[in-house]
């Protein structure tokens, strides 16, 4: 099975500041049509997941420009340029190129 | 609007069984694969299962392989989960999401395994 780790597992961030996550994977999550399908989503405490970030670095629709996806191959990061209250939760990244569809463990952002 | 509404969850005794259900409505969802994720009391997400939009493809994790059944019914918008055998680590809240991007979901129904 893919692993995938992410770093770190928890994250306290002041707002208006940068906060960055990473994720890795322990194969390549690039398919052979050329894109690489790995996924970051946000759950807010007592809700469902939300996608925020697809094929890497695609925003999904209605996500603040704020967050960016980057990355190739097995070592990818999202970022928040500038955290806000709204966007405390849990943070997993996803592949769907490979069955059994695996997450990252999560990291938890809070606000200081 | 897009929306998935998951029902069926409540509690069961080990070894028991549960149906679940997954109403879509707001999209084609005859055009969608479709999955069962869930999420264990503080835990992490984990996949579930797969199915594909004619049911023709379907996977399942290791934990559940041999005791759940995922299926759809196109003309119905709905997706479904038959769980036998359920066992304490069944125990979680059961999301349906929508196609390989899980870029919809369902608020969730919860299952409790407990005697």
């Known amino acids: 099975d893919v692993v995938l780790t992410q770093s770190p597992l928890s994250l306290s961030v002041t707002p208006g500041q940068p906060a960055s996550i990473s994720c890795k994977s322990s194969q390549s999550l690039l398919y052979s049509d050329g894109k690489t399908y790995l996924y970051w989503y946000l759950q807010r405490p007592g809700q469902p997941p939300q996608l925020l970030i697809y094929?890497?670095?695609t925003r999904f629709s209605g996500v603040p420009d704020r967050f960016s996806g980057s990355g190739s191959g097995t070592d990818f990061t999202l970022k928040i340029s500038r955290v806000e209250a709204e966007d405390v939760g849990v943070y997993y990244c996803t592949q769907s190129i490979y069955f059994p569809r695996t997450f990252g463990p999560g990291t938890k952002v809070d606000i200081k | 609007e897009i929306q998935l509404v998951e029902s069926g969850g409540g509690l069961v005794q080990p070894g028991g069984s549960l149906r679940l259900s997954c109403a879509a409505s707001?999209?084609?969802?005859?055009?969608?694969?479709m999955n069962w994720v869930r999420q264990a009391p503080g835990k992490g997400l984990e996949w579930v299962s797969y199915?594909?939009?004619?049911?023709?493809?379907?996977y399942y994790a290791d934990s559940v392989k041999g005791r759940f059944t995922i299926s759809r019914d196109n003309a119905k918008n709905s997706l479904y989960l038959q769980m036998t055998s359920l066992r304490d680590e069944d125990t979680a809240v059961y999301y349906c999401?929508?196609?390989?991007?899980?870029?919809?979901w369902g608020q969730g129904t919860t299952v409790t395994v407990s005697s």
């Open positions: 199915i594909s939009t004619s049911s023709s493809i379907i």
């Open positions: 094929e890497v670095s």
């Open positions: 999401a929508r196609t390989g991007g899980l870029d919809v």
């Open positions: 707001g999209f084609t969802f005859s055009d969608y694969n």
